[in-house]
């Protein structure tokens, strides 16, 4: 994830708040980002030695694709919001006194579009920059470039003095020879040299001109020295030209919905007209919301919440998102994106936003629990937990087992570029056995186990795959005693607190030793004919035929088959238990299942 360093009191000037490091880690979380360093205490120790030293910076790791978060405008802006302590603003096009007419002119000349296609401008007006803004305006444009822009070949910015030169403004695309501009005079600029690949076999090079013929930029190298933006620079003229028309939007609007801020009338942006070689006239930048919809019941049902839309609605609020009461529909929300939110893509993204808000980050989903439990008690008995890869190899997944592939289970990953990672793992096994082939040089027993996610394919489903929860563990010594004791310990806790059984039962099993082999069946306590039938639906692997009506396979345990044992190149005879944590929890929302109502 993308780390951005922000002066500390900056950021408690902005936020209306001074906090501790342990209260503002705890923010941060409950915001979904992650505090990473706070530099006070190595600052005020190299003022103590006399050494100089920089103001205290607050280095926070933010999600990849929250590209409003990228500089302190951004973070600020939006923790004010989360805090309560302001709206979230309305970013306006403001046009010239003489209206659309009046506006700056791009044209774009069709020679450009074998090589950078497209471009984008607008103009912030009376704008004070202080030291501090003016560096980060600087820096949020290299995050940019780093991060969405791809190394400036998807998109590439720039800014510029706008009282330095004059309109309308040309995108053209030249040849070489046509252009005083060397390549090789840039070869030796540490800075720029990476860029230089972009355009260097390219037949024409873009160039943006001015009225007076004045050179603007060189897209994606350099910026001319001449408009170059200062401290005391009041109006800036920014241009973006691109490959890519999606990520072109995305960084325009991000630029100047962070420093419209700092305009005399803040959040106003002066539109720029760009004129296409086809005739197409486009108002740049688009500063629309985006109009989709969300149902209040789809969000309770993914967060485990049960809250009316109104409670939602103010939820959505805190994260940034305008949000309205849908006149027909008492369990519908009509939500407006706002631009600074490009990540949100589908309704989960806005169920995820108001899960934050209500505070379910910090609260562990069920499942979890569960998992917890399983892991405190396996810990306690002093085995070690490891955590493989969710992907493996095909024959790591069924032929090293003993098992076929049906072709209906197993997620395959498409054209995979090693044959380590070619399926999503349907069992925990092959990356326990792994582990404990990396390590057969250790002292014996070796005693591992894991909980964590297998996936099966569900073609029912939109996703067409399911998570389920499994825990296993692997013993390995010079002789095999896997006792069924082995498996008690971790489920007393669940059995006791939801009532439950548990049978242990022989079972021939080709992953197993012959006659060395048994299955778990869990049944729950009374339940009606339809949560019943539903919890068997629910656990991969249902068999109810060596037990009651209501017995539910959920796992396996025994002593490894040799030939398995081979394959896996470990030497020494290993006992393996596996089962699935799905039964034990007291309730699965429905968006999770095919069903109505789900009890597992």
Same mark, same amino acid.
């Given at each position: 994830?993308?780390?951005?360093?922000?002066?500390?009191?900056?950021?408690?000037?902005?936020?209306?708040?001074?906090?501790?490091?342990?209260?503002?880690?705890?923010?941060?979380?409950?915001?979904?980002?992650?505090?990473?360093?706070?530099?006070?205490?190595?600052?005020?120790?190299?003022?103590?030695?006399?050494?100089?030293?920089?103001?205290?910076?607050?280095?926070?790791?933010?999600?990849?694709?929250?590209?409003?978060?990228?500089?302190?405008?951004?973070?600020?802006?939006?923790?004010?919001?989360?805090?309560?302590?302001?709206?979230?603003?309305?970013?306006?096009?403001?046009?010239?006194?003489?209206?659309?007419?009046?506006?700056?002119?791009?044209?774009?000349?069709?020679?450009?579009?074998?090589?950078?296609?497209?471009?984008?401008?607008?103009?912030?007006?009376?704008?004070?920059?202080?030291?501090?803004?003016?560096?980060?305006?600087?820096?949020?444009?290299?995050?940019?470039?780093?991060?969405?822009?791809?190394?400036?070949?998807?998109?590439?910015?720039?800014?510029?003095?706008?009282?330095?030169?004059?309109?309308?403004?040309?995108?053209?695309?030249?040849?070489?020879?046509?252009?005083?501009?060397?390549?090789?005079?840039?070869?030796?600029?540490?800075?720029?040299?990476?860029?230089?690949?972009?355009?260097?076999?390219?037949?024409?090079?873009?160039?943006?001109?001015?009225?007076?013929?004045?050179?603007?930029?060189?897209?994606?190298?350099?910026?001319?020295?001449?408009?170059?933006?200062?401290?005391?620079?009041?109006?800036?003229?920014?241009?973006?030209?691109?490959?890519?028309?999606?990520?072109?939007?995305?960084?325009?609007?991000?630029?100047?919905?962070?420093?419209?801020?700092?305009?005399?009338?803040?959040?106003?942006?002066?539109?720029?007209?760009?004129?296409?070689?086809?005739?197409?006239?486009?108002?740049?930048?688009?500063?629309?919301?985006?109009?989709?919809?969300?149902?209040?019941?789809?969000?309770?049902?993914?967060?485990?919440?049960?809250?009316?839309?109104?409670?939602?609605?103010?939820?959505?609020?805190?994260?940034?998102?305008?949000?309205?009461?849908?006149?027909?529909?008492?369990?519908?929300?009509?939500?407006?994106?706002?631009?600074?939110?490009?990540?949100? $893509?589908?309704? /989960?993204?806005?169920? !995820?936003?108001? #899960?934050?808000?209500?505070? %379910?980050?910090?609260?562990?989903? *069920? +499942?979890?629990?569960?998992?917890?439990?399983?892991?405190?008690?396996?810990?306690?008995?002093?085995?070690?937990?490891?955590?493989? $890869?969710?992907? /493996?190899?095909?024959? !790591?997944?069924? #032929?090293?087992?003993?098992? %076929?592939?049906?072709?209906?289970? *197993? +997620?395959?990953?498409?054209?995979?570029?090693?044959?380590?990672?070619?399926?999503?793992?349907?069992?925990?096994?092959?990356?326990? $056995?792994?582990?404990?082939?990396?390590?057969?040089?250790? #002292?014996?027993?070796?005693?591992?186990?894991?909980?964590?996610?297998? +996936?099966?394919?569900?073609?029912?489903?939109?996703?067409?795959?399911?998570?389920?929860?499994?825990?296993?563990?692997?013993?390995?010594?010079?002789?095999?005693?896997?006792?069924?004791?082995?498996?008690?310990?971790?489920?007393?806790?669940?059995?006791?607190?939801?009532?439950?059984?548990?049978?242990?039962?022989?079972?021939?099993?080709?992953?197993?030793?012959?006659?060395?082999?048994?299955?778990?069946?869990?049944?729950?306590?009374?339940?009606?004919?339809?949560?019943?039938?539903?919890?068997?639906?629910?656990?991969?692997?249902?068999?109810?035929?060596?037990?009651?009506?209501?017995?539910?396979?959920?796992?396996?345990?025994?002593?490894?088959?040799?030939?398995?044992?081979?394959?896996?190149?470990?030497?020494?005879?290993?006992?393996?238990?596996?089962?699935?944590?799905?039964?034990?929890?007291?309730?699965?929302?429905?968006?999770?299942?095919?069903?109505?109502?789900?009890?597992?």
């Amino acid at each position: 994830m993308p780390t951005v360093s922000i002066d500390k009191e900056d950021l408690w000037e902005r936020l209306g708040h001074k906090y501790s490091s342990e209260e503002f880690d705890k923010l941060c979380f409950e915001f979904g980002i992650e505090l990473d360093e706070d530099t006070t205490e190595e600052v005020e120790a190299a003022i103590k030695q006399g050494l100089p030293a920089e103001r205290p910076q607050l280095k926070i790791e933010i999600p990849a694709n929250r590209y409003d978060l990228l500089c302190i405008e951004g973070i600020a802006r939006a923790l004010r919001i989360f805090l309560g302590k302001g709206k979230a603003p309305e970013y306006r096009l403001v046009y010239p006194p003489g209206g659309e007419k009046d506006i700056f002119r791009v044209t774009v000349a069709p020679e450009t579009d074998p090589v950078r296609p497209y471009i984008n401008s607008a103009v912030l007006r009376n704008v004070k920059f202080t030291q501090r803004s003016y560096e980060s305006f600087i820096d949020l444009q290299e995050k940019l470039h780093q991060n969405i822009c791809r190394k400036r070949h998807f998109v590439a910015i720039g800014t510029h003095d706008l009282d330095t030169i004059t309109a309308p403004f040309r995108y053209q695309a030249k040849p070489p020879k046509d252009i005083r501009f060397l390549v090789t005079m840039y070869e030796s600029d540490r800075h720029l040299v990476k860029y230089l690949p972009i355009i260097r076999d390219s037949p024409v090079y873009p160039v943006i001109y001015d009225k007076e013929d004045r050179v603007l930029s060189f897209p994606p190298i350099i910026n001319s020295e001449h408009s170059k933006i200062t401290l005391n620079t009041r109006n800036v003229f920014i241009e973006m030209t691109a490959t890519d028309l999606t990520k072109l939007n995305i960084v325009t609007n991000i630029v100047v919905t962070m420093f419209s801020e700092y305009c005399e009338e803040p959040f106003t942006i002066e539109p720029v007209k760009i004129i296409y070689p086809d005739g197409k006239v486009v108002i740049s930048p688009d500063l629309s919301s985006r109009q989709t919809q969300a149902h209040a019941s789809y969000i309770n049902s993914c967060a485990g919440l049960d809250l009316s839309a109104s409670q939602v609605k103010v939820l959505l609020e805190r994260m940034s998102l305008r949000a309205e009461l849908s006149p027909g529909d008492a369990d519908t929300l009509d939500v407006a994106i706002p631009p600074t939110r490009p990540d949100i $893509l589908h309704e /989960c993204d806005i169920m !995820e936003d108001a #899960a934050i808000a209500y505070g %379910t980050v910090a609260q562990p989903l *069920a +499942v979890s629990k569960l998992s917890n439990i399983i892991r405190h008690e396996w810990a306690y008995a002093g085995w070690v937990e490891v955590l493989p $890869l969710i992907l /493996c190899s095909h024959e !790591e997944n069924f #032929a090293w087992l003993n098992t %076929t592939d049906d072709n209906q289970t *197993a +997620v395959k990953i498409a054209n995979p570029k090693t044959l380590e990672f070619q399926v999503v793992r349907t069992s925990l096994l092959p990356g326990l $056995l792994k582990t404990i082939r990396e390590n057969r040089s250790h #002292a014996l027993p070796l005693r591992i186990f894991e909980t964590s996610d297998v +996936v099966f394919k569900d073609t029912t489903r939109e996703r067409q795959a399911r998570n389920v929860r499994h825990a296993g563990a692997v013993w390995c010594n010079k002789t095999a005693g896997f006792e069924t004791e082995t498996v008690r310990p971790p489920l007393q806790h669940i059995n006791k607190a939801r009532q439950t059984l548990l049978r242990i039962c022989a079972h021939l099993d080709v992953t197993f030793f012959p006659g060395r082999a048994a299955t778990i069946y869990y049944r729950a306590r009374p339940t009606t004919d339809k949560e019943a039938s539903a919890r068997q639906k629910a656990v991969v692997g249902t068999d109810t035929s060596r037990g009651g009506e209501r017995d539910v396979e959920i796992g396996r345990l025994g002593i490894l088959h040799p030939s398995v044992l081979e394959k896996f190149e470990i030497g020494y005879p290993c006992s393996a238990l596996e089962f699935s944590l799905e039964p034990f929890k007291a309730k699965m929302p429905a968006m999770w299942t095919n069903d109505d109502d789900t009890y597992v």
